[in-house]
């Protein structure tokens, strides 16, 4: 059984930084696509960044020029580092993963709150 394993979530500064990290295990399928995603407080759940199998990534507008999207493909894990980090950036973050043959997959969420 596939589970997503989060972590790295807290709180932080404005102009602080986070790293979160997603690890997927219980699949020796390959791994397609990562993305994370985060849900404001009263908002929709959105798209921050996605790392394609193509290796191509891409990346919200509000958070170009501060987040990275990374992966580790031995360890088949996802990354995303958060700086410069703003109090709209506060919200609960998922990460999603696209395994071949099994399907989409996401992870229970990691709540990230930014102080001003």
């Known amino acids: 059984q596939v589970q997503l394993v989060e972590s790295g979530g807290g709180l932080a500064q404005a102009g602080g930084s986070l790293k979160l990290s997603c690890a997927a295990v219980g699949s020796t399928f390959r791994i397609r696509n990562m993305a994370w995603y985060r849900q404001p407080p009263g908002k929709q759940r959105e798209l921050v960044a996605l790392?394609?199998?193509?290796?191509?990534?891409t990346y919200a507008d509000s958070v170009k020029g501060r987040f990275t999207i990374s992966r580790d493909y031995a360890k088949r894990m996802a990354f995303l580092q958060m700086d410069s980090l703003k109090p709209e950036d506060t919200g609960v973050y998922f990460c999603f993963v696209d395994i071949s043959v099994e399907g989409n997959y996401w992870g229970q969420g990691t709540q990230v709150t930014v102080s001003s």
């Open positions: 790392w394609a199998s193509d290796k191509t990534t």
